[in-house]
């Protein structure tokens, strides 16, 4: 799958928020701000169609058009609202998203095969790349240590387990 039809998963829908078909969102984008830049989410398979979000104490509430009351927003508990990757604004050099990452495959410095990135966390410290090692323990490298190329990532030997 090309990187621009990859789909981004930007919120997914907690629960429903009283009875008139608002739902708590758990949102991954990077601001509610650059959550409401977008309309129209897939939500596995099902269009929704974004009518207003506001932010409250602790999770945003949205209204979709195509959620009516609170037993189908009920049933939504859970479903990831995502978008087209391209539908996502375009990067400055040296930027990346999380989701570009996942999957490269991690290498030394003399291209020696290391392992793929399964995930990137962030516990509070700073971005952390989570790296899947074929026959050996899984592992974890701050992105601070590692060089992002387009297609590879590369890990130096003082950060190997």
Do not use: W
Request: charge should be negative; hydrophobic fraction near 45%.
């Amino acid at each position: 799958m090309a990187a621009t039809d990859k789909r981004i998963t930007l919120a997914a829908i907690a629960g429903a928020h009283g009875i008139g078909g608002e739902v708590r969102l758990k949102l991954f984008a990077e601001s509610l701000e650059s959550f409401k830049q977008h309309k129209v989410f897939d939500a596995s398979g099902q269009a929704l169609t974004l009518k207003s979000v506001r932010q409250t104490g602790k999770m945003p509430i949205a209204r979709f058009a195509e959620i009516a009351d609170r037993n189908t927003a009920e049933a939504l508990r859970g479903t990831e609202l995502t978008i087209a990757r391209s539908a996502l604004p375009p990067l400055e050099a040296g930027e990346y998203y999380y989701a570009d990452l996942v999957g490269l495959p991690c290498v030394t410095e003399d291209g020696q095969q290391v392992g793929e990135v399964i995930a990137v966390e962030n516990f509070g410290a700073g971005d952390i790349l989570d790296v899947r090692r074929k026959g050996a323990v899984d592992f974890m490298v701050p992105v601070a240590a590692v060089i992002i190329e387009t297609e590879k990532i590369i890990v130096s030997e003082d950060h190997l387990p």
